[in-house]
C-alpha cells in the first residue's frame, strides 16, 4: 500500500476532510495530490499531519509495509478506539471491545491506555 493510500484511508475513516487533514502543515491541494499518489510527503511533514490527529506512526508505516506491527496488533482497531476517544464514545468503545474479544483478542482496555481529560 502507498502512503498515499493509507493515508487517505486513516482519513476517511477518522472523518477528516482532506483540508482538515492536512492540518495547517501542508496545503490542502498537496495533500489531495499526495493521496493520489502525484506528490510525495517529506517524512517529518508526514509524521507531523499523522501526530496532530493522534495517529499512530509506528502502526501506518507498519501497514504500508505489510507488517503487522508487535505492540498494535490491529491497526483498524486502534484508529476505532483513537476516534472513539476523541469523541469520548462510550458506546462506541463497548462495540469495539466486543469486537476484538468476539475475535479471541484481548480487551483494549487493557493494551491502550484512556486518558479522558
Known sequence: MTIGKALKQLRLHAGLTQDQMAAGIISE????????????????????ILRVHGFDVISFFN??????????????FMTQ?????????LEGLNKITHEIQNRGGTNPLFIYKYDWN
Not at 491541494?29 to 507531523?48: P, T
Not at 478506539?81 to 464514545?89: E, M, N, R, T, Y
Request: no cysteine; glycine share 0%.
Open 29 to 48: 491541494s498537496y495533500y489531495s495530490k499526495v493521496e493520489r499518489d502525484i506528490h510525495n510527503i517529506d517524512a517529518k511533514l508526514l509524521i507531523d
Open 81 to 89: 478506539i483513537d476516534q472513539a476517544k476523541k469523541k469520548k464514545d
Open 63 to 76: 501497514k504500508i509495509y505489510h507488517q503487522p506491527a508487535k505492540s498494535n496488533p490491529d491497526f483498524e
